[in-house]
């Protein structure tokens, strides 16, 4: 008989009927690796799937967001929106132009032929070992990237801190599906090219040490056939666009409610470990609008609240179960049980 997962059965439990949950149908499975004395107990017992769906629900890994768009579309603006709005919470922010390569003094010597926008102009690979270490909670140290000389700082670096929210910006960050795989939420930003370039312009002539002729050759060789061949290919994966910007003061409050609501819960989990917040499904949120409703009727109010209480109940006994059960399989270990 095929595994049910834990949502599964709560979404069975949720439906229209619901008769209590068989706690008979989910199978014992073998152990997975344990990232929390709390997630240990709980990843000796639930099939993979079910482990999954358990750390989907009650996150203990900071929240990866990645920003990605064209050149000079308002990326950095928007990180920088967010994180004004998160005020209550920490947010560190990372730029994939802190992973250029930088140029050899070869190279140096023929800056106007060299391809910026092109994947292969990125140290991917410490990208990815960065990130990987700020998902794990650890600290990290990012270079800085000079866009006058195009060289990294050989002595110095940004010390980024573990925090509940990363914010991943570049316009390549959706490019690497290894990268890619790492974020919870991804926002593409969504700007004419008329105004970007007219953005770039200033930009790279005002902060960047360019002259206009430059940023035009350069633009029309390289900027925008690499933003037609990898940058707009990459916007399907984006689960939020955000059409102009910082402009957008109604996605960006929207964006930033959602990240607030999944915070919420990694709060939670974090004060109580051992807290299981049942993932909210369409029925469930639907059984809470209805017996809020002032006008509900009696038998409505009964019938719905009976049926969240039961799906509370049904899964604090499938956990006592699970913990009962490995307490049986440890004392047996132990040699107190034989
Ligand atoms: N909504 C906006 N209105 C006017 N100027 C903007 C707006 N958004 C960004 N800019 C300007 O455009 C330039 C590029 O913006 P930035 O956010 O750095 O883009 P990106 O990170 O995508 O390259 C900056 O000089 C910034 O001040
Ligand atoms: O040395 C460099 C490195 C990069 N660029 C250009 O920068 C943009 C990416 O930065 P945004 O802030 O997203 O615009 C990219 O289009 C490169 O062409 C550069 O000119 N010189």
Not at 93 to 117: C, I, P, W
């Amino acid at each position: 008989m095929p595994e049910k997962s834990m949502d599964e059965v709560m979404e069975a439990a949720a439906g229209a009927h619901f008769s209590g949950l068989r706690l008979d149908s989910l199978r014992l499975s073998s152990p997975s690796t344990p990232s929390s004395p709390s997630s240990a107990r709980a990843s000796q017992v639930l099939s993979p799937e079910s482990a999954s769906s358990a750390a989907a629900a009650a996150p203990r890994q900071p929240f990866l967001i990645g920003v990605s768009g064209g050149t000079a579309s308002g990326k950095t603006t928007v990180c920088d929106m967010i994180i004004q709005q998160l005020h209550d919470h920490r947010v560190v922010l990372v730029n994939q132009d802190s992973f250029y390569r930088g140029l050899t003094a070869e190279e140096s010597k023929h800056v106007q032929d060299y391809n910026f926008d092109h994947p292969d102009a990125f140290d991917t690979e410490q990208l990815l070992e960065c990130m990987g270490k700020l998902k794990s909670g650890h600290s990290v140290n990012v270079p800085i990237y000079d866009f006058k000389n195009h060289r990294r700082c050989s002595e110095s670096f940004r010390k980024v801190n573990a925090s509940d929210v990363i914010i991943l910006e570049g316009i390549l960050v959706f490019h690497d599906p290894q990268v890619r795989n790492l974020m919870d939420m991804k926002i593409f930003v969504d700007t004419d090219a008329d105004i970007r370039l007219a953005r770039r312009i200033r930009r790279d002539t005002v902060e960047r040490g360019r002259d206009v002729s430059s940023v035009l050759e350069q633009y029309g060789r390289f900027v925008k056939p690499a933003f037609d061949d990898f940058v707009l290919p990459s916007k399907k994966y984006a689960d939020v666009i955000i059409p102009r910007g910082g402009d957008n003061h109604v996605a960006i409050d929207l964006i930033v409610q959602h990240i607030r609501t999944k915070l919420g819960l990694h709060d939670l989990c974090k004060i109580y470990t051992n807290v299981y917040v049942i993932q909210s499904t369409f029925q469930i949120r639907g059984m809470h609008t209805l017996i809020r409703d002032r006008d509900i009727t009696t038998p409505d109010f009964v019938f719905y609240s009976d049926r969240l209480i039961r799906l509370v109940i049904s899964t604090s006994i499938f956990f006592s179960n699970l913990w009962i059960q490995i307490d049986t399989i440890t004392a047996m270990k132990l040699g107190l049980l034989s």
